[in-house]
């Protein structure tokens, strides 16, 4: 390691000590673009990747709203606007209880990245609130996204930050956050959010593009080091609509898919998951995983167990889709999942292989496809949706999709390109980290110390 990345390291492991997840992504992509830095001197003279791990700013707002029964509950909200050197700052907005400073800031520094890779006209940021949405009723919801809109709309336009969904956030609360922000600015700003519905402005393959473009790069990964997906079997942690569509995309292609999961455990059928139960329990009633079987008696479900590794990584499979959240798998699943035969990784989750996993697969020969590469479908679409509204325009399906899969295809092009200038083999995480920090870190330059 260079005496410049350690000192960095060294600072902003001081400067945010009690922040694990930022941490953690800002040292996987600094141990990994070495090359680059040795290669161009202005970047330590700039004081680059200093400027490159501080976000451009971070909003924490409070959130009040008033449940079904009277009572005022109060969260927290939050957007970090990380990079804008090369376009609006975009990334999605996360509801879920685990949401704090940490986790928004390894997002958006993730999705600098992620939303480079893509070469759209897009910078990253993230945002949400420890807001749960499980067990709230609809008029919650409203109430709550009502309430996140009035603050967050001080800081969001179409030119300047475009928010979409995340874990917790779908098509109902960008429905209501929409409305909100219509109302107060009293104009139809279509570009200001993405992952709208299809009747006020939003894109088709939007639901899809997630994992649709996860397969696509996977896809283009194993040919590249002749495999195909033919036959092989596939397990996916999540259930999600990146693990649903995933799922669809991969079949589609001859794999068989026989695990999903979610928080509290899997199921597994060996005859091949029925994808459209899948998505009735979790795209319609909202319902656990568990209730799969009541379709399906012959298949099994495996309860997750506190400390140990989750049940859908206990099966055996060649494929293997961890589409559910970050560090959901460490170097003791790792170590099982080689052992079961798994040849392939296709992170569909942000992060979801942690640091010392990710050297194992790739000291296994197990090919890894990153979520920086892997999972930027879902802002690619978006990014098409902003360009949709800025022409007052609508694609077909088969538009959006086709556009998702080139730049899916030349986003793995990148990573085969930057593999072999800088002998990296199947070190993909490598390659996408070096392929996006080349292009932010010549616009940051271009644009002088700011």
Not at 74 to 91: D, E
Not at 280 to 300: G, W
Not at 349 to 355: F, G, Q, R, T
Request: aromatic share 8%.
């Amino acid at each position: 390691m260079s005496n410049y990345i350690e000192k960095v390291l060294t600072e902003v492991e001081t400067k945010n000590s009690n922040e694990k997840e930022f941490i953690q992504a800002v040292k996987e992509v600094l141990l990994t673009i070495e090359p680059v830095v040795n290669k161009i001197p202005e970047i330590e003279k700039t004081a680059l990747l200093e400027r490159l791990t501080e976000p451009e700013r971070i909003i924490t707002f409070r959130v009040p709203w008033v449940d079904d029964n009277g009572k005022v509950r109060v969260n927290r909200g939050f957007r970090v606007q990380f990079n804008g050197s090369i376009g609006p700052f975009k990334g999605g907005l996360r509801f879920h209880p685990s949401v704090n400073q940490s986790i928004m800031k390894f997002l958006a520094f993730e999705q600098v990245f992620k939303n480079a890779l893509t070469s759209l006209p897009i910078g990253g940021g993230k945002g949400g609130s420890d807001f749960d949405p499980k067990g709230k009723s609809d008029n919650e919801i409203m109430r709550f996204c009502q309430s996140f809109m009035n603050e967050l709309q001080r800081h969001i336009n179409h030119n300047l930050d475009v928010p979409a969904g995340d874990i917790g956030v779908g098509a109902r609360e960008i429905g209501y956050l929409f409305g909100q922000y219509r109302k107060i600015k009293n104009a139809f700003e279509a570009g200001v959010l993405t992952g709208k519905g299809l009747e006020y402005g939003g894109s088709l393959v939007r639901k899809e593009a997630t994992g649709y473009g996860l397969i696509y790069f996977v896809r283009e990964m194993l040919k590249a080091n002749g495999k195909d997906f033919k036959g092989k079997i596939t397990t996916i942690s999540g259930s999600g609509n990146v693990a649903i569509y995933a799922a669809e995309k991969i079949v589609q292609y001859g794999a068989k898919v026989v695990a999903m999961s979610d928080s509290n455990g899997c199921i597994y059928d060996d005859n091949g998951i029925d994808l459209d139960e899948i998505k009735r329990l979790k795209e319609v009633e909202r319902l656990r995983i568990k209730e799969y079987l009541k379709k399906h008696p012959t298949a099994k479900y495996m309860e997750n167990v506190q400390g140990a590794i989750p049940a859908v990584y206990t099966i055996k499979a060649d494929i293997v889709l961890p589409c559910a959240t970050q560090n959901d798998i460490n170097l003791e699943c790792a170590k099982m999942l080689v052992k079961n035969g798994v040849f392939a990784i296709g992170e569909g989750a942000n992060m979801p292989v942690d640091i010392d996993a990710i050297n194992y697969f790739i000291e296994n020969n197990v090919l890894l496809a990153p979520a920086k590469a892997a999972n930027a479908g879902g802002v690619a679409t978006s990014a098409l949706e902003m360009c949709q509204n800025s022409m007052r325009y609508f694609w077909t399906f088969e538009e959006v999709d086709k556009k998702l899969e080139n730049i899916m295809v030349n986003i793995f092009k990148a990573c085969n390109e930057t593999s072999k200038e800088y002998n990296l083999g199947i070190n993909y995480v490598a390659c996408a980290n070096i392929a996006a920090f080349k292009k932010v870190s010549a616009a940051m330059l271009a644009q002088g110390i700011i």
